[in-house]
C-alpha cells in the first residue's frame, strides 16, 4: 500500500527550539512538498523539491528551511520555533497526475 | 500566488439536500483537483479535472471545470452524513512546475 509518512502526529515545542519534522514516501516520486494549513488560509506552500539535493521556495519559506539528502525523504526544519508557526503541516508527493498527502503533524509551539 | 476563493466557507445541511460548492480564480489553471480531508488526516484527491467545460461525476459528485479554466464547482447530490469534511479545490499552475495553488476550503456538515 503506497503512502506518505510523517514522523509525528502532534509535537509540542518550545520557543526558540529547533524543530525536524520528516517525511518519507515509499512510491519513488521525484516531486516533494511541504505546506502548512491553518484556518481560513488554506494550504500553503513552504518549500518543494524536484530532485535529490534541489529545494524551491514556495510563499511562506520564512522562518523554515529543508532538505533531502534521499529521494524518499523530505525534512522541514524550524531553525528557531516560533508561536506563529503552531499549525498543520502537510507533507505531499507527486508524479504527473498522482499527489498524495501524509497525515499531517500538528505543531504546537508554547 | 494565485489565489483560489472558495464559498460557502462552512455549510450545513440536512441529509438528503443537495449542494454546490465553488472555486473561483483570476488565473487560468493547467488543471484543477478535489481534495476532502478528515479530520487529523491529510487530503484525499477526489478528481483531476483538465480541459475547459469537462464534468466528471462520482457517485454522487459531479465535478465541472469552467470553460476558462478558472473555476470549479462540486455539486452532491442527496448529501449523506458520510459526506461530511473538509473539501477543497487546487489549482495545477500552467508554468511547467506543477505547483498546487491550494483554496480556503469548504467545511460541510450534513445532519443526519
Known amino acids: 500500500d503506497v503512502k506518505v509518512t510523517q514522523s509525528s502526529r502532534y509535537l509540542v515545542k518550545r520557543t526558540g527550539e529547533k524543530v525536524f519534522l520528516e517525511c518519507v514516501q515509499d512510491?519513488?516520486?521525484?516531486?516533494m512538498f511541504w505546506y502548512r494549513q491553518d484556518p481560513g488560509l488554506g494550504l500553503r506552500l513552504i518549500y518543494f523539491s524536484y530532485d535529490v539535493k534541489m529545494k524551491e521556495k514556495g510563499d511562506i519559506p520564512e522562518g523554515y528551511s529543508v532538505s533531502r539528502e534521499k529521494k524518499e525523504r523530505f525534512s522541514l526544519i524550524l531553525e528557531s520555533a516560533s508561536t506563529n508557526q503552531t499549525s498543520m503541516y502537510l507533507c505531499?508527493?507527486?508524479?504527473?497526475?498522482?499527489?498524495?498527502f501524509g497525515p499531517g503533524t500538528r505543531l504546537t509551539v508554547t | 500566488t494565485q489565489l483560489l476563493e472558495q464559498s460557502p466557507q462552512f455549510l450545513s445541511i440536512q441529509e438528503g439536500e443537495n449542494l454546490t460548492v465553488y472555486c473561483n480564480s483570476s488565473?487560468?489553471?493547467?488543471?484543477l483537483q478535489w481534495y476532502r480531508q478528515e479530520p487529523g488526516e491529510g487530503p484525499v484527491l477526489l478528481v483531476t479535472?483538465?480541459?475547459?467545460?469537462e464534468v466528471k461525476k462520482l457517485k454522487r459528485l459531479t465535478f465541472q471545470f469552467g470553460d476558462a479554466r478558472k473555476d470549479s464547482s462540486l455539486h452532491i447530490t442527496a448529501a449523506q452524513p458520510g459526506d461530511t469534511g473538509l473539501y477543497l479545490c487546487?489549482?495545477?499552475?500552467?508554468?511547467?512546475?506543477?505547483?498546487?495553488?491550494f483554496g480556503t476550503g469548504t467545511r460541510l456538515t450534513v445532519i443526519p
Open positions: 488565473s487560468v489553471f493547467s488543471s
Open positions: 505531499a508527493s507527486s508524479t504527473p497526475g498522482l499527489v498524495l
Open positions: 487546487a489549482g495545477v499552475d500552467q508554468t511547467g512546475a506543477n505547483n498546487l495553488f
Open positions: 512510491m519513488d516520486h521525484e516531486n
Open positions: 479535472v483538465v480541459t475547459g467545460g
